[in-house]
C-alpha cells in the first residue's frame, strides 16, 4: 500500500488538471500523427509513447506549464544554443540503442541496456517546479523513479561521498557538440545524500509520454530544488566517486556556477539578480524561493553550511 | 536641383519604413499575429527591440566610412534618421525592460542599475543616445557650433557600451556578440586610420597610399 504523506507541498485533489483533460489534446495530436504515419508504415511500427504510471508524492499543485512550452523552450546546448534550437533539431538525438553504465565506487556496478535498467521501477508522476538559472521557471508533470533505489542496488562503498553524471557523447549527430561553447561531454554531480534524497528523481517521461528527445530523452536527472542546468539530460553514465566530480557550468566559469547551484534568491549570479523568475505564461515576475519552495523537505541538507560562500 | 530633392526626400521616408518594418513585425506578433511572441514574450521583446538597437546604430555609424569608400557623399544626410531609429529602438528596449519586464519595481530596477555592470553599461549607452538625439536638430546644432560636433562624438563610446553590454550578458555562445564586435571594431578601425593619415598629411609627410 501506497502510504501518502501530506505536506504543505502537495496538491489539493480538486487542483490537479485531471489527466484525461491534459490528455485530450495529445491523444487528438497522437491520433492525427498515427494516422499520418500509418499510411506510410505498417501497424506496428506506430510507437505508442505513453507511459504507465502512478501519482507520486511532492507534487506541487500550481498549474502546469503547457505541453507545448514545455517542450519548445528548452536549453540543451547539445542541441544548439537558442531556445527552439533543441525541438527543431531533436531528431539529431539518437535514443537507440541506449546504454546506461554505473559504475565508481560502488560493489555492484554494471552497463545496461535502456529497458533493462527502468525494467525494476515502477513509474510515478512528479509535478515539479523547475527554475532556471537565468531565470525563468515552468511546473512540469515529470514521470520517473527515485534516483535512490538505482544507488542502493548499486551498492554505494562506505568511500563514495559524490555522484557524478555524463550525457551522451555523439559529435557526429550532435550539432551542439562540435563547438565549444562547453567542454563536452556535459557532466554534472550530486553530493550522495541529495542524489539520495526523495526528490530526486531520473524522469523518463513528461505529460504521461516518453521524454521527447530536447527534454532529454531517454533518461535524465531532475533535482527540482537547484537550478535547471543541475538536471542532466540524457545520461549515459552514473559514478561513484569520492572526490567532488567536475560540473560541465562549474568549469566553463567557476565564479557564476557553484557545484551546489541551489536555487537561492539572496545569492545573485554576479551578473545577473536571482530574486525574482518569470514563471512561462505569466505577465509578471513573481519573487523566487529559497530552495525553488522545497526548503521543508531539503534545507536540512545544508545546516552548518555558508550557501553564500557554496553556491 | 528639384528632382534630386524629390529623390531625396523620396529615398528619405523609404529608408524610414525599411527601418520602421522589424518594429511594426513586433508590434503584429505583440497583437498576436505571425505566431505571437513565442513562449517567453517578454524576453522576445526585449530580445529583439535590443537586436534592431545595435544593429541601427552599426549601420548610422558605416554611413561615414561608406561615403568614403565608395564616393557618394550624398549619403551622409541619412545618417541623422538612423541615429534616431537606433534611438528609438533603444528607448524601446529600455522601457520595456523598465516597464514590461521589471513592472516598475523601483527596488529591482536600481539594484539592478547599480550593481550589475550590464545593465549599466546599456544605460549609459541609452542615456549618450538620449543627448544625441536631443541635440539632433538644426537649432541644437547652430546653438552649439563647434561643441555639436564634440558631443556627437560621445555616439562611438555608446556603440562601444552597447557591444559590451551585449558581451556582458552573453552566457557561453558568443557568435552574435563577436559579429557585432568585429563590426564595431571595423568602422571605429577604419575611422581612426584615416585619423591618422590626415595627421600624417598635415604634418607634411605624404600618406603612404596617396587616399584622401
Known amino acids: ?311 | 536641383m528639384a528632382a534630386g530633392q524629390r529623390w531625396h526626400r523620396a529615398t528619405w521616408w523609404l529608408l524610414l519604413l525599411v527601418a520602421l518594418l522589424p518594429g511594426l513585425w513586433l508590434v503584429a506578433r505583440t497583437g498576436g499575429a505571425f505566431g505571437g511572441l513565442g513562449v517567453n514574450p517578454v524576453e522576445t521583446l526585449l530580445l529583439d527591440t535590443g537586436t534592431c538597437a545595435i544593429i541601427a546604430l552599426l549601420v548610422a555609424l558605416s554611413v561615414t566610412p561608406l561615403r568614403r569608400l565608395i564616393g557618394l557623399a550624398s549619403i551622409g544626410r541619412y545618417r541623422r534618421l538612423l541615429g534616431l531609429v537606433a534611438f528609438g529602438y533603444s528607448s524601446a528596449h529600455f522601457l520595456i525592460w523598465l516597464g514590461v519586464d521589471l513592472f516598475f519595481d523601483w527596488v529591482l530596477i536600481l539594484e539592478d542599475l547599480t550593481t550589475r555592470p550590464f545593465v549599466m553599461a546599456g544605460f549609459a549607452a541609452w542615456f549618450i543616445l538620449l543627448l544625441l538625439a536631443a541635440t539632433s536638430t538644426r537649432a541644437a546644432m547652430r546653438l552649439l557650433k563647434r561643441n555639436w560636433t564634440r558631443l556627437h562624438r560621445l555616439v562611438y563610446p555608446a556603440a562601444i557600451l552597447a557591444v559590451v553590454h551585449i558581451v556582458w550578458l552573453t552566457r557561453a555562445d558568443y557568435r552574435e556578440a563577436t559579429i557585432y564586435a568585429l563590426i564595431l571594431a571595423l568602422l571605429l578601425g577604419l575611422r581612426v586610420f584615416w585619423a591618422l593619415q590626415g595627421a600624417r598629411k598635415i604634418r607634411g609627410q605624404p600618406a603612404r597610399n596617396g587616399v584622401g
Open chain 1, 1 to 311: 500500500m501506497l502510504i501518502r504523506r501530506h505536506r504543505s507541498s502537495d496538491p489539493r485533489p480538486s487542483e490537479i488538471t485531471p489527466r484525461e483533460v491534459y490528455q485530450r489534446r495529445r491523444d487528438f495530436l497522437r491520433t492525427g500523427v498515427a494516422l499520418g504515419a500509418g499510411l506510410f508504415l505498417p501497424a506496428s511500427a506506430v510507437a505508442d509513447s505513453s507511459l504507465d504510471y502512478s501519482p507520486g508524492p511532492f507534487s506541487t499543485d500550481e498549474g502546469l506549464t503547457p505541453y507545448e512550452d514545455v517542450t519548445t523552450y528548452n536549453n540543451f546546448y547539445e542541441l544548439g544554443t537558442g531556445k527552439s534550437d533543441p525541438s527543431r533539431n531533436a531528431h539529431l538525438l539518437r535514443t537507440e540503442p541506449w546504454t546506461v553504465k554505473v559504475d565508481g565506487l560502488c560493489a555492484n556496478a554494471g552497463e545496461y541496456d535502456l529497458e533493462d535498467f527502468l525494467k525494476p521501477w515502477e513509474l510515478e508522476e512528479r509535478v515539479y517546479r523547475l527554475r532556471c538559472v537565468e531565470g525563468w521557471s515552468m511546473v512540469i508533470p515529470w514521470i520517473g523513479f527515485e534516483l535512490n533505489r538505482v544507488l542502493k542496488q548499486a551498492e554505494p562503498l562506505g568511500s563514495a561521498r559524490y555522484v557524478a553524471f555524463e550525457t551522451v557523447m555523439d559529435p557526429d549527430n550532435l550539432p551542439g557538440q562540435r563547438r565549444p561553447v562547453l567542454e563536452w561531454p556535459y557532466v554534472e554531480g550530486l553530493r550522495l545524500d541529495e542524489a539520495m534524497h526523495p526528490l530526486t528523481i531520473l524522469a523518463v517521461g513528461l505529460y504521461g509520454e516518453e521524454l521527447p528527445n530536447q527534454n532529454g530523452a531517454p533518461l535524465r536527472l531532475v533535482v527540482p530544488w537547484k537550478y535547471g542546468f543541475k538536471s542532466i539530460k540524457s545520461i549515459v553514465r552514473i559514478s561513484f566517486t569520492e572526490d567532488e566530480p567536475p560540473t560541465s557550468w562549474n568549469r566553463s566559469q567557476p565564479n557564476e556556477y557553484g557545484f551546489y547551484s541551489n536555487v537561492n534568491p539572496d545569492v545573485a549570479h554576479p551578473r545577473w539578480s536571482q530574486r525574482t523568475e518569470r514563471r512561462i505564461g505569466e505577465f509578471r515576475r513573481r519573487r523566487t524561493e529559497r530552495f525553488n519552495g522545497y526548503g521543508e523537505e531539503v534545507a536540512s541538507l545544508y545546516a552548518g553550511m555558508d550557501l553564500t560562500r557554496h553556491f
